[in-house]
């Protein structure tokens, strides 16, 4: 049995997931999901990403804080990603504590 480490790359916690997001996160849910069916072990985390100009600019936009935003579209981006059974393991925000620890 081999042990994979696999992750996609991080959505901007400033918008929500769109198909060119999907295609990504679709192909490493199949692939995760192929290795796993061959025996071996694997772990698929994923995280929205907290950090970035384009967040803090929607924020202000929104009169919101960026942590304010953070939460609603990391909320939002577990709700696309459990309708498509997109199933990660782990999916934190790049600023929750989690993702610091593990």
């Given at each position: 049995m081999k042990k994979f480490l696999v992750t996609s790359a991080l959505p901007y916690?400033?918008?929500d997931i769109h198909i060119g997001h999907l295609v990504e996160y679709i192909q490493t849910d199949i692939f995760v999901r192929f290795l796993r069916l061959v025996g071996d072990d694997v772990?698929?985390?994923?995280?929205?990403?907290?950090h970035g100009a384009p967040i803090e600019i929607n924020a202000a936009k929104r009169q919101m804080t960026p942590q304010e935003l953070v939460a609603e579209f990391?909320?939002?981006h577990r709700t696309?990603?459990?309708r498509y059974e997109?199933?990660?393991d782990e999916f934190y925000s790049t600023d929750s504590p989690d993702?610091?620890?593990q």
């Open positions: 916690a400033n918008g772990l698929y985390v994923c995280a929205s990403d907290a990391h909320q939002r696309d990603f459990s997109i199933g990660f993702a610091h620890t």
